[in-house]
């Protein structure tokens, strides 16, 4: 099978050749640059800087000849802007704190204070106020709240300054889609790519890290509140931006057609390590109305199959995802309360495809041993794998500082259970 065919066999609910793979496909399913480096070094690649793809996080670029060493079957339909608002299109060198030689956009730029800090900016202009700060001896961007206060009554919020990043797709966007088709086109993976907009009430997108002077309600605290406090106001806000996000969607598709398999909605986290941030009946209440009608538009117009990233303890929104229309499920953290994973195979898994859950992220693969690493991905994979429904890739992003031994015990360990 190709990486396509493999893709989408396992969407559908059926067995593929082997357990398809995914590292890069999205923000949420990749690799630290830092780690990145030391596959290629692993595998003899050509030795040339890696591309910091997303510098908010610094998840680096996964080249085609690394994907091809790892048996990747997923290729990124890449958005032309990143998290800071700059463009993916030219690169510059930059130095990592431990001295790795990276490449990052260009138009990226930072300064740094007398404690080490390092401030990135909106659209790289840095006569704006920063908008993200990574700590002294960090490895990511943290967003920097820039909310102005707001009015004291809340009949004075204006809808539209929480709609103000929500516009029409550009001509330039669609290009930048349009021509990264040719080389997926050669390698016959899965493509994967994102909806812009669809995110409602992302807590990594409320302060807007991309925006020079966001306005609105941009504070994270005072977000939840809202989704307590000022609902009505929500749900005009969700409505208005999910006719939005389907006017962008008759174009992308014009431009993509059924050339895309994947498409991410949404990576609005609703659990924590133990219980959900809401209830299942906030949920149905405030969001399934407008994610149903995304992936409504999406399943009558495509064959795309729709994409949910969502941390945490959340087998009490499982329900209300499927019924939301979502497909695939992501990171599928099993290592979170009430998250066996045998139960959710059994209760979710002809339902809803499992896209992650392969190994645990925050402890195993970071700070176990190989045989560790190799005992879980194997464990994991006898549950999810069988009857198709199942993508390996960590649960979240392999992280800075990851062994490298680690990682090559959990690819080794997937070709394993592959036989």
Known sequence: MTGRERIRTALAHRQPDRV???????????????????????????????????PYTMMGRLDEDLKAAMEVDVDALLGLSTFFGVTRDEWKDYTMEDGLQVLVPKQFNVTRDREGKIYAYPEGDTS????????????YFDAIIRQDPLPASDDDLKLEDNLEEFTEIPEVELQFMASQLAENRKSRRALFGVVPGAGLGDIACVPAPWMKHPRGIRDITEWYISTATRREFL???????????????????????????????CGTDFGTQSSTFCSPETYTELYQPYYLKVNNWIHKHTRWKTFKHCCGSITTLMEGFIASGFDIINPVQWTAANMDMKMLKERFGKRIVFWGGGVDTQKTLPFGTPEQVRE????????????????????????????????????????????
């Open 376 to 419: 879980e991905v194997l464990r994991a994979c006898e549950v999810f794998a069988p009857g198709g429904g199942f993508v390996f890739n960590t649960v979240h992003n392999i992280q800075a500082k990851t062994p490298i031994e680690n990682v090559i015990a959990m690819l080794e360990a997937v070709a394993e259970f592959n036989g």
């Open 128 to 139: 704006a106020p920063p908008s993200g700060v990574m700590p002294k001896r960090g490895y």
């Open 20 to 54: 398809p793979l995914d590292f890069g496909g999205c923000n949420q399913t990749t690799v630290h640059v830092g780690v990145i480096a030391q596959l290629r070094d692993h595998f003899g690649l050509d030795k040339r800087p890696v591309k910091v793809e997303e």
């Open 235 to 265: 749900h005009r806000l969700f409505d208005r931006q999910t006719d939005i996000v389907i006017h962008n969607l008759e174009k992308i598709r014009t431009v993509i057609g059924d050339e895309m398999d994947v498409a991410w909605v």
